[in-house]
């Protein structure tokens, strides 16, 4: 019974024991909370707030909006200065239209447009040039028409099947110029420049060209282009194109460009 009698007492003295430890448990957790969590959060304050004053330090000498220009091609920091570069020594509309077409035709290739945040086309006329440099018919007469309308000209996109095309407001007509496709096409007279409405009701113009513009649909079937005219939608489509982005670049603390 002794021995029975001594567990019990030994069973009682560990209760006892446990139930100090907790309640000393209890208490510490207590008095952390109170006091030391307290303290704990201040140097949690003062650790963001030296981050915050540190990353504005760093910030500070960091150079932001850094341009580069050059005279081997225009200066693409933003379609304005885009514009201004390509069509400095254009005068007429039909002069800044040309050279408009021909910056595009070196700077765009036809290829699956570039989809970017909510499954949306670019048509950032900025992002296609400085960032992506392909897209498709779409992307390509979007963006022209950003950058005809930068210039002072009006623009809209016209559909047909499997294809979309700009056309520009010159010379008090509406004149097709495929940036996309590397051509345009002239009426009878070898000079005016046909519309979409024009094409449409003569679309053999493509197959009847005596001296056609310099490049002249060189991957494509002029009789497969008359094709496509000839089911041109009456209705016009104006597509709607982005124009925010600009090439804004950064240096970083000690770096330079030269």
């Known amino acids: ?29 207590s008095v952390f909370s109170r006091g030391a969590g307290f303290g704990y959060t201040l ?19 960091e150079q932001n909006g850094i341009t580069l220009a050059g005279s081997a091609q225009p200066h693409c920091w933003d379609t304005d200065a885009i514009v201004a570069a390509v069509t400095r020594s254009a005068a007429p509309d039909r002069e800044k239209a040309l050279a408009l077409h021909a910056f595009g035709m070196a700077h765009f290739i036809h290829f699956d447009g570039p989809i970017e945040e909510r499954g949306e086309y670019v048509t950032d006329p900025v992002k296609l040039v400085g960032v992506y440099g392909y897209g498709l018919c779409m992307n390509i007469s979007s963006a022209m028409c950003a950058l005809y309308n930068a210039a002072g000209l009006k623009c809209r996109v016209r559909t047909m099947p499997l294809h979309s095309v700009p056309e520009v407001w010159f010379e008090g007509k509406w004149n097709y110029i495929d ?28 197959v009847k060209q005596k001296n056609p513009p310099e490049p002249f649909y060189p991957f494509d079937e002029k009789k ?35």
């Open 43 to 61: 140097v949690l304050m003062m650790r963001a707030l030296f981050l915050c004053v540190t990353g504005a330090a760093l910030l500070s000498a």
């Open 179 to 206: 940036t996309d496709m590397f051509g345009y096409v002239f009426l009878p007279d070898g000079e005016t420049i046909a519309s979409v409405d024009e094409l449409a009701k003569d679309a053999d113009l493509f």
């Open 1 to 29: 019974m002794r021995p029975a009698r001594a567990t019990t007492g030994g069973m009682a003295r560990r209760t006892k024991s446990s139930e100090r430890r907790a309640d000393g448990i209890a208490k510490h957790h």
């Open 224 to 258: 497969d282009m008359a094709d496509v005219f000839r089911h041109v939608r009456a209705r016009k489509d104006h597509h709607t194109y982005a124009d925010a982005h600009m090439m804004n670049l950064r240096l970083r603390t000690g770096e330079t460009a030269t």
